[in-house]
């Protein structure tokens, strides 16, 4: 037994060590879409000592014209230099911003061959120190409670952000098909997050079996079910700028397809391991358990997780859409229009097909399990 252990921290040692190298390694990987700047510009952090807002037009809530103010830069080779930038307001909430005496803002500045600033227009409020702050404490909460295990789920997350940053999105962008690469990197992903978390185990291996069963099973339904409902990929939010940015060859009805299969990815890699885990308690508790007993059980607390779990789905994607239904709410939209419009459907596509995901997923995880728990058993009472 002590010789087992070993093996297995070895095992584990080697893949986190591995795991930190490919993480390095595709954290400096360039993504191929870097944006190309003018020469002589450069972005940088300042603060806001005084503004200007004679220039602004109010019509009701929205703003239009232009905010100017006098900033001090505080980062980069202007550093320490005060000069006069500009805010430009469009009459969009979602985009507009107003500052005031004290914000910090990021700001492009530009200068000429002789090192000389000609103009500076302040980008947005920056956020960077508010955003190091609460990773780092999601960082301090999640290792002060989870331990060692903290730590590996932070692995995985780094892994799972720049897979998706660096991988993901450019083999998209680059005519991969959209479908075929969610999948590959999805699965990986999960491959990965499962062996981290529950390390080389029978429970981890019953709920990678089980959650790439049910990928592959999300996936179909998307395809299925999008054809069906009759929705192109330009309902997504920023689909139609991807096309105007000189993309026409990219597949949106694939890329909204593979979105659906990762947007419930990760509850079915949770459903499945709390599973498997589970029947692992009830095995270490009780090792002469028959196997029908044990899928049963499986069966039986898979029952009670996945209320909970299609719940929590459903109110992901009610939580990031509120305000569309609140608009159709106050307009007094008939049901039935609202049923029909191509963004509720698309929408009700997201939200069930990964509901259908997660009720396969439990009694499928609960049968493997049950099988390769069930050898084990055979083995320590043989």
Known sequence: MKKFLLN???????????LLIIIAIVATLPTGFQKQEYRYTEGVRAKVISVNNMGINGSGIYKLGDQSAIIEIE????KGEQIQANNLLTGRLSVDKIFQAGDKAWVLIGFDENNKINFANMIDHYRIDQELLLIGLFALVIILFSGFTGVRTLLSFAFALLSIWKILIPAMLNGYHPLFVALI???????????????FSKKAYAAIISATICSLATCLLAIVFGNIFNIHGAVLEGA???LYAGFLNLDLTSILQAGI?????GAILDLAIDISSALEELVNNNPHIPKTALIKSGLNIGKSVVGTQTTTLLFAYLGSFITVMMVYVAQGTPLLNILNSKAIAAEILHTFVGCIGLVLVSPLTSFISGVMFAREIRRETG
């Open 240 to 242: 139609e700028s991807l």
């Open 75 to 78: 980062t980069g080779s202007h």
């Open 8 to 18: 297995v921290n070895r095992k584990e040692f080697i893949f986190i060590t591995t």
């Open 185 to 199: 990197v999805g699965n990986i992903l999960t491959i990965v997050t499962l062996l981290l978390v529950a390390g």
């Open 261 to 265: 299969y990762l947007a419930c990815a």
